[in-house]
């Protein structure tokens, strides 16, 4: 299994930026992809963006030139870098790893943005 701590969240004012963080443990020579999502309520879980283990990117089209997903793989920890942050951007963010067998979630950190 994989276990994933993320940090970084907070309450930040509009245009504001914060950098989140997630660091694996565990069976992490296993994982292919790792990525962040967001959830604000009310609404569906949705895809912020992915890094693959050779460092491909992928991003949602509301993220693009805001954010920026990267990794350290030798400190086994993903960063999702906000900036310009909007109010809309406020959610619970949560971090996955994706193997071959299965997807483990970190337990989510609140970002707020107010206007």
């Known amino acids: 299994q994989v276990q994933l701590v993320e940090s970084g969240g907070g309450l930040v004012q509009a245009g504001g930026s914060l950098r989140l963080s997630c660091a694996a443990s565990g069976s992490i020579f296993s994982i292919n992809v790792m990525g962040w999502y967001r959830q604000a309520p009310g609404k569906q879980r949705e895809l912020v963006a992915r890094i693959t283990s050779g460092s491909r990117t992928v991003y949602a089209d509301s993220m693009k030139g805001r954010f920026t997903i990267s990794r350290d793989n030798a400190k086994n920890t993903v960063y999702l870098q906000m900036n310009s942050l909007k109010p809309e951007d406020t959610a619970v963010y949560y971090c996955?790893?994706?193997?071959?067998?299965?997807?483990?979630w970190g337990q989510g950190t609140q970002v707020t943005v107010s206007s």
């Open positions: 996955n790893a994706e193997t071959d067998s299965f997807t483990s």
